[in-house]
């Protein structure tokens, strides 16, 4: 079976994983981590943390809780950042943001359950009355989460670090837009929602969105969870399943176990 996937930072591990379960990989990294172009909001945001101005921050991710720390200490003297959050209520929306403020000493009280989710995170604040949240964001915007805590009686300011654009060589992005468009992949996998919408960026440019989009619902989709299934939805394509933990490897293994069944049940017809 030839499977593409749109994985960037660990593409080499995808690649091989998916070379294990028995198929033939075409991985094309779909996005690139680029920090944010104006740093001003986030200045803004570390003065009014280190003057006590917040009783909660939430960090959605690692990469971004990392960029993070390492943009404010280049700003404010050595441990400002790390203090300052240690005076607030940390919450973490997955193991990625955790294992990031554990490399600062930091252990966030609150951790969302899986699938990791806004959803998740809100569920996980249910008791908790934050009055002043300060919520670091992805590489793209979440007005839901942003609407749910204000619902809820918070002030709440968004902290974007980097943003998410296409790759510096699209090439193989391209590539897999045309091989999708002419039914040359059985299988996709998909670890972020933004793939998808990168994958359909390219694909109109080339002027074969409609095409790529019709092969793309021929193949099995094997979908890392529930944001990144909303995010294909959107495009008209139907996840075939979500791993039963949001882990890649699992989404490789139980997408191949999905395709030995697929392969037996048309064999017995």
């Given at each position: 079976m030839r499977?593409?996937?749109?994985?960037?930072?660990r593409a080499a591990e995808m690649a091989e994983l998916v070379r294990r379960q028995g198929g033939q990989p075409f991985v094309a990294p779909a996005i690139r981590e680029a920090p944010a172009e104006d740093n001003a909001a986030t200045f803004?945001?570390?003065?009014?943390?280190?003057?006590?101005?917040?009783?909660?921050?939430?960090l959605l991710t690692g990469i971004g809780t990392r960029e993070l720390n390492s943009l404010l200490a280049a700003r404010y003297p050595e441990g400002a950042f790390t203090d300052a959050l240690r005076r607030v209520a940390l919450v973490a929306r997955g193991p990625k943001a955790v294992a990031a403020l554990r490399e600062m000493?930091?252990?966030?009280?609150i951790v969302a359950a899986e699938p990791n989710t806004w959803h998740e995170v809100l569920a996980a604040m249910a008791g908790h009355a934050g009055h002043s949240i300060a919520v670091q964001e992805y590489g793209r915007p979440n007005p839901e989460l942003l609407a749910a805590?204000?619902?809820?009686?918070?002030?709440?300011t968004a902290v974007r670090v980097y943003r998410y654009d296409l790759p510096e060589n699209v090439g193989p992005l391209h590539e897999a837009a045309r091989g999708l468009a002419a039914n040359e992949f059985q299988a996709a996998l998909f670890t972020t929602a933004v793939q998808i919408e990168h994958l359909a960026r390219?694909?109109?440019?080339?002027?074969?969105?409609?095409?790529?989009?019709?092969g793309l619902r021929k193949c099995l989709i094997g979908s890392i969870g529930p944001t990144t299934s909303e995010a294909l939805e959107e495009f008209g394509v139907h996840r075939?399943?979500?791993p039963s933990h949001p882990k890649m490897g699992l989404l490789v293994m139980e997408t191949a176990a999905r395709a030995g069944e697929q392969t037996l049940r048309t064999a017995n017809l």
């Open positions: 499977v593409v996937a749109f994985e960037s930072r803004a945001f570390a003065e009014r943390l280190i003057a006590g101005e917040f009783d909660t921050v939430i000493g930091l252990k966030p009280a805590l204000t619902a809820r009686g918070a002030e709440v390219v694909a109109m440019e080339l002027g074969i969105d409609e095409a790529m989009l019709k075939s399943l979500e």
